[in-house]
């Protein structure tokens, strides 16, 4: 009994360090293949994309600086909305949902948070204090992927897909809070392209209960200087 005790643990201790094994080689193909070691050395990000929906095209500008700044402008009917993260505190300007500046809080924030991180979760993900696990391969769309599970350090769930081919990412499904309620939301990145050494998808197909997304990146700048008062709340 006490062998076929030690040999059950020996081999769970082998599959557990090959399963670790396999993670590594996925994300550090995955870290290689997504220039995110010149990701590192990036410090900002100005992005000019369009966002269609509801029949409609949608104009935004985002912006992002490091150490975790993100800020993103919206025209929709004719009012402009900012929502914004200055590293400490978030804030938002929204005419359709009462006068002033308004503070982020809950999944608002933690979205806006989220999104200031430039390199994204997968990223020194031991750092941020998540945990990965490998799920094994599946098929997404005709192409095989590596399937992870992410769980951060407040315990949301993220699943990710890793092309087996190229090691883009090309799909991740979540769930967030909306109207009270948990919803799944699945996001699609397409059309993978090279800016100054990294890749990025220049189209970003959101999928939702209430409906589908889409986002075209217009245009991306790398570098370019943006005063930390834009990611400043305002003064009402």
């Known amino acids: 009994m006490k062998r076929t005790f030690l040999l059950a643990a020996v081999m769970l201790f082998a599959l557990i360090s090959t399963q670790a094994q ?20 990036v410090k900002t990000f100005n992005v000019k994309a369009k966002l269609s929906m509801m029949g409609m ?18 025209e929709m009917m004719g009012q402009k909305t900012t929502s914004a993260f200055n590293g400490e505190n978030g804030w938002m300007i929204n005419p359709m949902m009462g006068a002033g500046v308004q503070e982020l809080e809950g999944d608002q924030l933690k979205q806006a948070m989220s999104q200031a991180d430039m390199e994204g979760a997968l990223y020194n993900y031991k750092e941020k204090g998540s945990n990965i696990e490998l799920l094994g391969k599946v098929d ?16 949301a769930v993220q699943t990710y897909y890793i092309n087996a081919d190229d090691y883009m990412v090309s799909k991740v499904e979540t769930t967030a809070e909306a109207m009270g309620q948990s919803i799944d939301i699945v996001t699609k990145m397409v059309e993978y392209k090279d800016v100054q050494g990294i890749k990025m998808a220049h189209k970003i197909e959101i999928e939702m209960p209430m409906g589908k997304q889409s986002m075209v990146m217009d245009e991306i700048k790398i570098d370019e200087p943006l005063d930390d008062a834009l990611f400043e709340k305002p003064a009402n």
């Open 57 to 74: 095209e949608i104009p935004m500008e985002i912006k992002v600086k490091k150490p975790n700044k993100f800020r993103v402008d919206v």
């Open 140 to 155: 997404v769309d005709g192409t095989e992927a590596y399937k992870l599970k992410l769980t951060d350090k407040d315990g």
């Open 22 to 41: 396999s993670l590594d080689k996925v994300l550090d193909s995955y870290y290689k293949a997504n220039g995110l070691d010149k990701m590192a050395d």
